[in-house]
């Protein structure tokens, strides 16, 4: 029985033996790298509301989502002042719905240096901590933002919830750096027993926000708007996938060999920032009105787009009866017109230049040929002495405001004169 | 075996549980993607294409009195002023009359604003200018004073921008 007994531990011990040889194997001869790319993107919650309901500019800032955003204007043209933020698109819970949709951001006035990052030895003290010298926002809906410096704690306690291919991950600070120091007792004067010290410190969003930046300031592209860069985060964050089934966010437990890479997106620009609506918060300093000069708000009713014709823009037919041709607004003019809201349009036909240029002698408006047409000005000129007509209806339900004509020319029509 | 051979053994056993556990993650672990963006496409267009939700004009310090918002975007892979016709539009607005060259386009935009009481208050003009280079595409806005400036950036500020340069197949 005895002799059984150890057969089977010998037995075991060599499966044992075998075991280490391979994962000595992995450990230090299998140089294959195995990494995970996790882009983190298109944090658009699955129930954004309908883009009919959304205004332009909601548009604009629903259309892309990542978990990332950085903004940065450098100043390097010395006209406004150096601002750094940076945003984080999440949701508050695994369902992914517009209901659990944040952004919670920070905001630097300066560039952040190294040494202004408190360094933290005390996880609890990390956990809770958030730097005073930011600003902090934080929306709900991705368009208004609500900020003060310390009612958004954007600190190690923080989870995000992020989608990556419409499945849920949560995502979290909870990085730490350690080194090791060696330190001898009062009566080692030989230095002899080295006693081994473990030092840790606790990152905080400040190492994120100054690794961030730094990587934008470095970035090979240089300035521009709306750029995309990867950054390895895995030295910070963990990041754990969602069991449908079980109802809870599995283990982390292969981050020291898969690392986690997310897009963000960024614009870094060599101007300054002038006034707050340059913001990703529409704020700086937790002020919607900031502005570097003092200036009168400028405040209209109405705006109306300039359009000025020519007679490229209308088209010309042959009459053999009158012997001229009679101008019309051309169909396509008319079409576009038709869907762009408040065009002022002014138009000039030269009746020389078209005589000129297209060698066609243009004696009129031809029939309906800018009914309903809306035309704030209407000038027709010439060098030359000439009768002008306007046929049926060429110019009903215009509105024109100014008809002018030059001297020479004489117009046959008694709608535009009554 | 004498008593601590199993101790040895024992210890070995132990060693050899985590050291078959790290082995067999290795061994299936497997590199994966998550998500579908090709970041190497995100730095290039096929169409050009600008959206901001705001413009700020910044004091052009070569041309007194003037203002100009100028940025660096992504390189336009296929721009080709030469053999294809473009369409820009700004905002719902076509920009008529743009001048289009080889790798360039220029455009002017007129726009009025009124007070309530249906006086006029500013008529702005804002050159657009936008060259296609072979590492990237600039985009100039010009105006030609603060006050047109100030106007053009509660619109923009208002309507957002989204500037279109649109290829007429």
């Given at each position: 029985m005895r002799k059984v007994f150890d057969i089977t531990i010998l037995i075991v011990t060599l499966i044992a033996l075998v075991a280490i040889g391979v994962a000595i194997y992995f450990k230090y001869f299998n140089k294959n790298i195995i990494i995970g790319i996790n882009y983190?993107?298109?944090?658009?919650?699955?129930?954004?509301?309908?883009?009919?309901?959304?205004?332009e500019a909601e548009k604009n800032e629903l259309e892309e989502r990542w978990f990332m955003n950085a903004n940065y204007f450098e100043n390097s043209k010395e006209n406004g002042i150096e601002l750094q933020e940076l945003r984080f698109d999440y949701f508050m819970d695994y369902n992914l719905t517009q209901n659990a949709y944040r952004s919670t951001g920070m905001q630097h006035i300066g560039e952040l240096g190294r040494t202004e990052i408190e360094k933290i030895g005390s996880a609890s003290e990390a956990n809770e901590h958030v730097d005073s010298n930011f600003y902090y926002y934080d929306t709900t809906n991705g368009i208004t933002w609500s900020g003060d410096k310390l009612t958004t704690r954007l600190n190690r306690n923080q989870l995000f919830i992020i989608k990556i291919d419409n499945k849920p991950y949560a995502i979290q600070l909870i990085g730490t750096y350690k080194w090791i120091t060696y330190s001898y007792l009062w009566w080692d004067f030989a230095k002899l027993v080295p006693i081994k010290n473990v030092n840790i410190l606790y990152y905080t969003y400040l190492d994120v926000f100054y690794d961030v930046f730094k990587a934008i300031k470095s970035n090979d592209y240089g300035f521009g708007t709306d750029l995309y860069i990867t950054l390895d985060l895995s030295e910070y964050f963990t990041i754990r996938e969602y069991d449908l089934e079980k109802g809870v966010f599995k283990t982390d437990d292969v981050s020291d060999i898969i690392k986690n890479y997310a897009v963000m997106k960024f614009t870094y620009q060599e101007n300054g920032a002038r006034q707050s609506s340059q913001s990703m918060f529409n704020s700086i300093e937790i002020n919607p009105?900031?502005?570097?000069e003092e200036k009168e708000p400028v405040e209209y009713w109405q705006e109306r787009v300039i359009y000025n014709l020519n007679y490229e823009d209308l088209s010309f037919r042959f009459s053999d009866t009158l012997g001229g041709y009679f101008a019309s607004i051309s169909l396509s003019n008319k079409n576009m017109f038709e869907s762009i809201p408040r065009a002022k349009i002014n138009i000039v036909l030269d009746l020389d230049a078209v005589l000129d240029n297209k060698e066609m002698n243009v004696i009129g408006l031809d029939y309906n040929g800018f009914e309903n047409f809306k035309i704030y000005k209407f000038e027709i000129k010439s060098e030359r002495e000439l009768e002008f007509t306007l046929l049926d209806k060429a110019l009903n339900n215009t509105n024109i405001q100014e008809f002018i004509v030059s001297d020479g020319i004489t117009i046959n029509d008694a709608e535009v004169h009554s | 075996m004498k008593w601590y051979t199993y101790i040895i053994c024992f210890i070995v056993i132990i060693a050899g549980v985590f050291s078959g556990n790290y082995a067999y993650k290795r061994a299936t672990a497997k590199s994966y993607v998550h998500g579908s963006i090709d970041i190497t496409n995100e730095f290039e267009l096929k169409a050009f294409e600008y959206a901001s939700s705001e413009v700020t004009f910044y004091e052009d310090i070569y041309n007194n009195n003037s203002y100009k918002f100028e940025t660096d975007l992504k390189k336009v892979t296929n721009f080709n002023g030469v053999d294809k016709y473009y369409t820009i539009t700004l905002n719902e607005y076509v920009l008529k009359n743009s001048v289009i060259i080889a790798g360039s386009t220029f455009s002017i935009f007129n726009i009025e604003f009124y007070s309530i009481?249906?006086?006029?208050?500013c008529s702005a003009e804002l050159k657009i200018t936008i060259k296609f280079l072979s590492n990237k595409t600039t985009m100039e806005l010009y105006t030609a004073d603060s006050i047109q400036a100030s106007y053009l950036e509660r619109y923009f500020k208002d309507n957002s921008i989204r500037l279109k340069i649109i290829e007429n197949l």
């Open positions: 983190v993107d298109n944090q658009i919650a699955v129930d954004v509301k309908s883009a009919d309901d959304l205004t009105k900031w502005d570097i | 009481e249906n006086v006029l208050e």
